[in-house]
């Protein structure tokens, strides 16, 4: 971790903690409002309150991109710095929490991507003609009938841009709506990618 990391995530997390104040005058504060007096001021005092509500979240779901605690612990404080940068361009158009998943999902696909150690998709099971097997839609239940440990094994092996899409759909209960905005695509594009990441997450999980 850099010097200016470890500054900046100090000065956020203990932002202005008095020992002798025991109420969280921010506490009432949506999301939402919080974000927009953050944005309106710059202010990173605030900026911690947002991290103390969404650091272990955020945590969680970047251990699902990571190789271990560390490598989860230092995406987490990346995507924290570049939210602080980015925060503006959350325009409302679904839930903070929505927003904010997919941005670090965004990021965490980035940094596999840039990794060349740890490209996911070279993991994948190719499968001939995958795209065309399955010529009807697979449904829903198909997922959630997946046995757990099967099922994590098997989001590992897909691409992390599939695996991403997977977990803000079924996960983070993201709608078609809210990914639509999210990924900036057609209502039929997101269907589509939706469709292609269930197919070859099912096709993965039937070889295991």
Known sequence: MTFLKRLFLIFI?????NPL??????AHLSDEELVKRIVANNNPLLF???YDRYAKMVYNKCYGFARSEDEAEDLTQDVFLQLFIKLKMFKGKSKFSTWLYSFTYNFCVNYVNRNKQRKMSDKSVPVEG??????EEVPDESLYEMKASKLKEALEMISAEDKSILLL???????IKDLVNLLELGESA???RLK??????LEIYNTL
């Not at 104040?21 to 921010?26: G, L, Q, R, V």
């Not at 759909?169 to 709608?175: F, L, S, V």
């Open 190 to 192: 997101v269907k589509m």
């Open 21 to 26: 104040e025991t109420d969280n005058p921010y």
């Open 196 to 201: 292609r990441a269930k197919e070859r997450l």
């Open 169 to 175: 759909k079924y996960q983070d209960g993201a709608t």
């Open 48 to 50: 911690g309150k947002l």
């Open 130 to 135: 995958s795209e065309h097997k399955f010529t």
């Open 13 to 17: 997390h203990n932002h202005d903690k």
